[in-house]
């Protein structure tokens, strides 16, 4: 069992269990920036909610850095728990909370006759199969605000939007090659120059947005 599904479990014991019998527990499926979600909340009166959800999607793209195209796959995956706080008790909330984090970008470069590594261009054969993984930090916190018109009704279908920003840390990229060269020093120094540009194109997104559109069930 992983750890996010791990994670889900206890944040859904946790944040799940003291709404039952309180103020209607509600169930959310969503989508946004952070994939496809399903998200319980609840809480006692009208100002206050705690949130736990799961998201999940997977994404098939190429794209060009550093002169290479690749082919990639962009995989996300994380568990929320978030405490909303609704300061008029109505729809309005703000939000912060923690994320999960285990979003990850596998890549794999397409098939030259060169490729340019660093400021050298090496001959395909010599490189191999050349591949990278992009990650982030396990734990994400999050702060936000969003509108829910499910909070003070008396159950039934509504709508909700959440607008936030996650801060996941400073992308942590791994590039490696399968062919003969890929001992050498002189490689080993230029795909390590190859690692950290690709770290500094992605730095931005140590900043991730959330944007998400739910439908919700108040029970």
């Given amino acids: 069992m992983n750890r996010t599904l791990v994670s889900a479990l206890a944040l859904t014991a946790l944040l799940g269990a003291p709404q039952v019998g309180a103020d209607g527990l509600v169930a959310t499926a969503k989508a946004g920036t952070l994939g496809l ?3 319980v909340s609840g809480g006692p009166g009208d100002y206050f909610k705690a949130r736990a959800g799961v998201n999940y999607f997977n994404y098939d793209f190429s794209d060009e850095y550093e002169n290479i195209d690749y082919d990639m796959e962009l995989e996300l995956r994380s568990v929320a728990g978030l405490l909303d706080w609704h300061p008029a008790g109505g729809s309005f909330r703000l939000t912060s909370g923690m994320l999960f984090n285990e979003n990850e970008l596998a890549a794999e470069a397409k098939p030259d006759d060169t490729y340019e590594i660093g400021d050298t261009e090496y001959p395909a054969a010599l490189v ?5 993984d992009v990650d982030f930090d396990a734990y994400a916190p999050y702060v936000g605000l969003g509108w829910a018109t499910d909070n003070g009704s008396d159950g039934g279908f509504g709508l909700s939007v959440d607008l936030g920003v996650a801060y996941q840390g400073s992308p942590d990229v791994e590039l490696a090659a399968s062919g ?3 001992a050498d020093p002189g490689f080993q120094a230029n795909l390590a120059a190859e690692q950290k540009a690709l770290a500094d194109d992605l730095e931005d997104y140590k900043y991730y947005p959330v944007v998400a559109v ?3 069930y108040r029970f």
Avoid at 128 to 132: A, N, R, T
Wanted: proline share 7%.
């Fill in 37 to 39: 979600g399903l998200e």
């Fill in 128 to 132: 191999g199969d050349l591949s990278g």
């Fill in 180 to 182: 003969p060269i890929a």
């Fill in 214 to 216: 739910g439908f919700n």
